[in-house]
């Protein structure tokens, strides 16, 4: 089996409400594929629709070509984890293994496998009910793994873990790409996806308004972008703006110039005699990126003023 | 990049069974594995049983306190009942005018009246019917006199005899559980009804007619090891008068009264030895009926009153002492059932609480099979529960009950029928709660409706708090009708009794009420499986 998601032309109503308006993306194997948008903006539905949990009014929705309804044993052809609080909470976590393992065939030496894989080996027998939220995303992990897919999709995992465990689920997460799997990963904080994910789904408002790989983003958003460090930063925003450029004042004393090149930049602030002391050009952080791409996607968003950059055009 | 090289392990090769095995392990597995369900199932099959027996012991104490004598062994302590020659509790009292007949023979008579004497419709008893004179000319239902041929003039014993009766005819008769019918109508003067009973071995023959001319062979009876001299003759039998209304807003009552019936006989010829010559009368059994009854003879006319009955005892009946059927020990079913159904709507519903359904249907895609699955196991663990459960309280609650009180008696496959069929209900409507749970998702609004159903038709019908017709209706008609598979003792159409769901009768056959309960799981389970089917997760 191809492992590979491909999802095509999703559309889904919740009563009048449109969470899924074509959706189309695809996900590859041997890469982990960040897959973020603000709160509401279909990553969920997407996932149950991918699953078959949810019914889309339209589109197509394909693991591995197939579609997952027709898959005999899916926990072999895909792992999910979709909520980590989804437990009988006086089940233990090794019963609540052992179950889904018997629905696929697969024997309790599978179960206890996963459990040393996913950290949890003291904890299994204890009622799953009392876990924290990570250690019940580590026993989602489990659950996802137990028939050693070659797909994996997970909903928001980083929730509730602690920075120990944020680290080692990046490391997870990379060496399943690494074993050529297509791993799906959603959240809504991109800081989370930094130095995670290869590849990057951006979705808002019920569709991908994004498909690429992450050096391409960071590369498309900091393009022609340059950082000037001056101590006359209202002199050089003048003389700049005045020469077409878009200049932004990112800091006390820098300023981020766009739509001019490095060279005509140094030449203006030279003609006009404005003083600088750095001049290199700008990286944009994954955050940064993302923020640009969905500025007019987030469809509730804090008033303008609270926004760090503030922008002055000509 | 090549992915299948680097693939860690290829999919599992798909299995050439269909997996529904799997399924139903992983449903099993779920259900052990909740030890609050485990201990819920127990703890019900403990309830169960535990009130059938305290059922048990309770008939028993009430019996010590009423006694007052020495210690009695067996069952001494509960009433004395006539058993007749198939171990069932009969009623054995009547007015016979009787003579011995030596081997075959047969007696022929006809009846040219029936009249009687019937309490008042709304009044005190009267302390005599024979002498007061509140009671008025009229005849109960089940009025009867005829020929009888009897092994002995002890109450109990074996007999077969055709009879006119004061609605239902000409009937044939014997050993007070079977009931023939021959000529319909009442008898008078105008119209007489000729009747005849003949021996041969072990065989008696019924035959009617209503000119003594033609004969109509209504039926035999078989009285095996009938003796060589039997006693044979005239009887009169009136069955109790019983006025039972239903109280608006609850309980029945009414009244039990003594009645009697008077037949006049004429062209009465006899063939065979009959060695006594004369005729003699006698009150079989007068402790059981009122007591009243006589003879009149006058050339070849004779005039027979009596009162009482020959037919089996109905149980509930008013026997004089504490009667237990085994419906009584399997009383725990109602509590044993809300346990039960409690379980069986969690078995989903708690699932559709915490999300976990998208985790049982993201393994198990075909959505129809995963509620095939949950039914199958809630219904396979309910019914082994009810069994142990209705096992244990009839068996040793009879055990118990049978030392103190009268229990009963029930063939093995009445007992096997209960028994069987208790667990059945258990598992029938467990899958009932499954799926109502399946297409409500709600624990509580699930296992409301159900209980309401199923046991609240149950209690009300047997606290008797809702007018007889009503109760009927929803024994009838509600998955409550399933608990007729719980009936003890046959429902006889030739007794006139209050045969009520508080004494161990329900109003539809025991397979019938179960297959009422079956067709609610089956409609419940058809829409939760479409449903499930439709919506998202």
Known sequence: MEATIEVSGLRKKFGPTLALDGMSFTVQPGQVTGFVGPNGAGKSTTMRVILGLDAADDGTALVGGQPYPSLRHPLSHVGALLDAAALQPSRSARNHLLWLAHSQGLTARRVDAVIEQAGLQTVARRKAGGYSLGMRQRLGIAAAMLGDPPVLMMDEPFNGMDPEGIVWMRGFLRSLAGQGRAVLVSSHLMSE????????????????????????????????????RTSARSEAMTVLAHAGATVAATDRDTLTVSGLPPERVVALLGESAVTFSEMTPHRASLEEAYMELTRDEVEFRAQPAAEPVEEATS | MTTQATMPHPPAPQSGRDGFAQLVRAEWTKLRTVRGWVIGLVVTALVMAGLGLLTAVGGSSSCQSSGGGPARSGRACGPTLTVGPGGEPVTDSFYFVRQPLTGNGSLTVRVTSLTGRIPPANGNPPLNPNVSPDTRPGLVSWAKSGLILKESTRPGSAYAAIMVTADHGVRLQGNYTSDTAGQPGAVSAASPRWLRLTRSGDMITGYDSVDGTHWTQVGTVQLAGLSPTVQAGLFTASPAYQSISSNFGGGT?????????????????????????????DYIDAAGGSGVGGYHQAGGRFSVTGSGDIAPVIAGSDAGGPILTLSNLLVGTFAGLIGVLVIAAMFITAEYRRGLIRTTLAANPRRGRVLAAKALVIGSVTFVVGLIAATAAVTLGAQIARHKAYVFPATWTTELRMVVGTAALLAVAAVLALALGAVLRRSVAAVTIVVVAIVLPYILSVASVLPVGVLDWLLRITPAAAFAIQQAAPQYPQVTALYSPGTGYFPLAPWAGFAVLCAWAALASGLAVVLIRRRDA
């Open chain 1, 193 to 228: 996806l930094q130095d995670t994910a290869d590849h990057l789904v951006v979705v808002g408002r019920g569709r991908a308004i994004a498909d690429t790989s992450v050096r391409e983003l960071l590369a498309a958003a900091s393009r022609d972008r340059i950082t000037v």
């Open chain 2, 253 to 281: 009552s009414g009244s039990i009264l003594p009645s009697q019936a008077t037949a006049v006989f004429d062209h009465v010829s006899r063939s065979g030895r009959w060695p006594a010559r004369t005729w003699s009368g």
